[in-house]
């Protein structure tokens, strides 16, 4: 069982390493585009569904028509990433707010520009499963007690100091738990490999809080879901695209050419998604058992993290000690380029 689950999950894993509206897109800036034989803007990326849109833009050759040369970087984690960028590797990434505060902390400073995935509740997802058999269900639609059922003293895996230890404490904070967890035990396991074979097999973990394709999967399984972060009628989890701050200062035609044609490529994705149905599931690792069930992603163009977003991570970095005190909206997003380009459409 363990070795036929390893084989299927392999690609899950590569695709879930980290950490999920028509119209707002626009044609390059205006005036002669740049010739692109100098150094290319360099973007870490992640087999997720989060960077499909890069991968698309390179594709079909978005990037030269605006006239910017970009290397794509893939990582196979979302640490290696933050590594290179932290090392100067790269002008831009995709990741979340957690990791770009904690860079910034650590004197790599960078600014969302544009959001990758989660600019609404709909986009990406995050579940909460429970162990097949374990009894876990969630509450009662209208109930008066919102915590899960039979959830206390369960063991609930996540990865610390991640998206999704954040979110676990966002759904404490709406009742699924007592606001302290005190009602369940919390336990560190990074390994997703791990942790979904944990999962399913009832072994020792009886709650895991698991992205996409990784839920999906555990859903296939057996898993029941306990709660889902794109039904709880608030924006939890959002992935963005960061831009160092020297990228910014130095390259910002640059940087806003690139954001033009990821745009372009997000309406290309959401127009016609049975076209790019069998890149996305390729590029994203999804593998045939689940390629019947697994939605082509879609995206919302020129979107910006609200300032609401970034306050509700700030909170939550400073509640746990990771951060001393918040970050202001301004150090943590620059808004301007996507705003210039939504508006020359």
Do not use: H
């Not at 992640?46 to 990037?63: H, M, N, Q, T, W």
């Not at 076209?275 to 994203?284: G, M, Q, V």
């Not at 390629?291 to 970095?317: E, F, I, K, Q």
């Not at 301004?330 to 020359?344: C, F, Q």
């Amino acid at each position: 069982m363990i070795r036929s689950l390893k084989v299927l999950l392999a690609p899950l894993i590569l695709s879930a390493l980290l950490l999920a509206a028509c119209g707002t897109g626009a044609p390059p800036p205006a005036g002669d585009p740049p010739a692109t034989a100098g150094d290319p803007i360099k973007i870490g990326v992640l087999r997720i569904d989060d960077s499909i849109p890069f991968y698309v833009a390179e594709k079909e050759g978005l990037f030269a028509a605006g006239g910017v040369a970009v290397e794509l970087a893939p990582f196979n984690s979302s640490a290696d990433q933050s590594k290179a960028m932290e090392a100067g590797e790269l002008d831009m990434a995709m990741n979340d707010m957690i990791v770009q505060a904690l860079m910034r902390k650590g004197g790599t400073a960078t600014k969302a520009v544009a959001v990758a995935f989660g600019a609404t509740p709909a986009e990406g997802r995050f579940l909460l499963v429970g162990a097949p058999g374990s009894g876990l269900t969630p509450p009662a639609p209208g109930a008066a007690d919102n915590r899960i059922v039979n959830a206390e003293g369960k063991t609930v895996a996540i990865s610390s100091n991640t998206m999704m230890d954040y979110l676990l404490a966002q759904f404490a904070g709406m009742g699924f738990f007592a606001p302290d967890l005190s009602d369940v035990r919390v336990i560190s396991m990074p390994n997703l490999m791990l942790r979904v074979e944990a999962l399913i097999e009832g072994r020792d973990v009886q709650m895991a809080i698991l992205p996409d394709p990784l839920a999906s999967y555990a859903v296939l399984a057996g898993c029941p879901v306990l709660v889902d972060d794109t039904a709880l009628g608030v924006n939890l989890s959002q992935s963005v695209v960061l831009a160092t701050e020297t990228a910014l200062n130095e390259r910002r035609d640059e940087v806003s050419r690139v954001l033009a044609a990821y745009f372009t490529a997000m309406e290309r994705i959401n127009e016609n998604p049975e076209a790019y149905r069998d890149f996305c599931l390729e590029t994203a690792n999804v593998p045939a058992e689940l390629s019947a069930v697994y939605p082509t992603p879609s995206y919302t163009p020129g979107a910006l993290p609200t300032a609401a977003d970034v306050a509700r991570v700030m909170d939550w970095l400073v509640e746990r000690g990771l951060l001393t005190e918040p970050y202001s909206y301004a150090e943590m997003a620059d808004g301007s380029l996507a705003a210039n380009l939504s508006g020359a459409d």
